[in-house]
């Protein structure tokens, strides 16, 4: 139907009139949307259908991916791609009248997530189904997105994302799934017929309840699917609130705790703060989704005892972690297996990804609260603790200090990276740089007891969604000049290599991106006001707000570039625009600050006549995923300046290059990889390498200060923070000049400052020799194929998952 457009349109007609009894010209937008969502989605039903009851024909091993979040953005144009038809219904709308991108506008984004880890998990998704791979995410329905951003005078301001108002076309709420997680309340080991069985009283149940998104594999019949959870009241223990005793309020507060549980996502990912809600939900999502895979499980089986030869649960960060000791928990105290039967299983289940090495990031949880939450979890922990300590002692006897690190549970804490190695076979980074500073540093001790686990698995992004949803023109530039296989086949963009020189496409290359960066100009200019030259570089940071991801050493740059420019108005250079996106979270008030400084500078800048030819400042509001979309096809410089060591990976920098654009960067994540596909000639590395870095961390002899007495650039700028310069209040830019003097540069904005700027000095040359620039853009083209998360979804399906393909009919 959704091939043949003239049933398409009679089948949209007649939809439209069942939903809501209206004919087109009395349709609003959301109308025409939530009528093609309910068709695709009644489309895919009987895939969906088919393809749950060839797993269970086949009794196929499936995969189980846990993450607290999955950051999809809008689903409806990535939907109709996957099926093969986003063209035609493109077409046969305009021929009803309407504007597709009208339609696809109207759609929320599914902001459940904070950044990389979250839209990671939601390109995995894409990539297993359309490997054919049985996998599934498991997740939080979270009521309320991560915020809503605006800019105020220049100030971040976070408003509730409401992201279900107008509901959700996608998703089928089966409540008849359901299942009970039990916090907190008594647990008591008494003696049963054969074992000791455990008795957990006065507990607190809440009812998980899931709802399922289909997840269309890519021109196959493959739906996997994507299972929310949700919290809601237990009814008749509601109702038993009301009636013992005094208790409309008991009865009240009861639905309140309960609700909250899958209300908000935390909008922090560096500074976790050891909140109740926090565990709950992190046990929430796993206690639910392990009990339900179990009974799925036990029910086809009739047992557990091969439960790993079936099932493997990857765990997305230690969020999930969780899932070991619950997993124990069923087959212990459910089950009834002895300890280590049910410890063998649960560790050949279990793998785990780690997404950080910061360590303020690394999640630890008091005991005392662990223990009053989750009772009989906490129980559990404790003996797996003990156990591997044992095995620790057996091994380092005598080494207490060793032990001591190594341990789950240390001086109050419960170390959720601890029990997250411990507990599965398999750990891996996200990088080679990252995984190798895992293995030699952050995790060395436990690299040396568990040699094999850890292993390297470098991230990648759908190139269905980042090219060829999102750059169509490119898409079929590709593929007029190589043929389509590398659609399939993305390491297949290869080929374009041949092409590098190829003057014609060049020149299609750059209208192409011309065309992308006048939309983008456009937007800029409704949403900011503010024009900008898209004949201007495009030279884009756009990611989460951190000190170590250093937007402030672009900033920094740019007041350079200003004073450079007042000082001589006709300095040669390529007219530059300078654009941002970033949320901080709300408590990160240094992050907060930076982004006021930008818009300062801004304000400035852009109402400067001296600039007006040359330098323009655009920081855009609420990104998010379908804003990012937008912009990456109209990006020519991708902003990787972090400081070497500190992004485990990155997944912005593989989209930037896959449209195109060229790497500013420093030797730090994929990065490292990037430069290795392309070559030292197509990228602008600079800045201290990791090991320099870690080598400043360990031995010091770094000083702020001589930074800014020695290079008369830094004092400048830095100077001006202070000074009035861009601010009213003195205060304003205080915590940013403490920052990075007195506090001694954390982060090494001032020590890398020279040779960033150098580095933007060659960009900037580079972009004048157009031959030489839009070769280097092929070149970075081509290569991007090895960042498709197909190939890394291969790789841990075939290295961790032990998961087999299966061709749905
Ligand atoms: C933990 C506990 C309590 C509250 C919040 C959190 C929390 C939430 C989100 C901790 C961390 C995160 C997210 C981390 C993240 O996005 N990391 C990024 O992961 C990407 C995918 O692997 C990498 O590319 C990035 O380098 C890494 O920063």
Redesign the pocket.
Known sequence: MFTDKERFKEEFLEKLERLYGKTIAHATPMDLYKTLGSMIREYVSKNWMNTQLQYAEHEVKQVYYFSI?FLLGRLMASNLLNMGALQACQEALEELGISFEDVESQEADAGLG?????R?AACFLDSIASLHLPGHGYGIRYKYGLFEQKIVDGFQVELPEQWLREGNVWEIRNSGQSVMVKFGGKVEMKVGEDRLVCEHSEYEPVLAVPYDTPVIGFENKTVNTLRLWSAETVANYLHAEYINGHSYHKAVEYKRTVESISEFL?P???H??GRLL?LKQEYFLVSAGIQHITKTHRSTYGTLTNFHEKVAIHIN?T?PVLAIPELMRILLDEEGLGWEEAWSITVKTISFTN??TLSE?L?TWSVELFRSLLPRIYMIVEEINERYCAELWERYSGQWDRIHQMAIIADGYVKMAHLAIVGSHSVNG?AQLHTEILKKREMKLFHQFYPTKFNNKT?GITHRRWLLKSNPELSKLITDTIGDSWIHDPAGLEQLTEHIHDTSLHEQLARIKHQHKEKLASIIQHKTGIAIDPHSIYDVQVKRLHAYKRQLLNILHIMHLYNQLRENPSLPMAPRTFIFGAKAAPGYHLAKRVIKLINNVAAQVNSDPICQEKLKIVFLENYRVSLAEKIFPAAEVSEQISTASK?????GNMKFMMNGALTIGTLD?ANIEIQEAVGLDNIFIFGLTSSEVLNYYQVGGYNAWEMYHRDHRIKRVLDQLVDGSYNHSKMEFETIFQTLLHHNDEFFVLRDFSSYADAQHKVDECYQDRKGWLTKSVVNIAHSGRFSSDRTIQEYATDIWGAQPLIIE
Do not use: I, K
């Open positions: 979040e904070n950044g990389g880890l979250g990671l935390y922090d990912d560096t976790p703060e926090r960060d969020h997404h950080t990031a999640e996200v991230n992004e485990a990976s990155g997944t994540g």
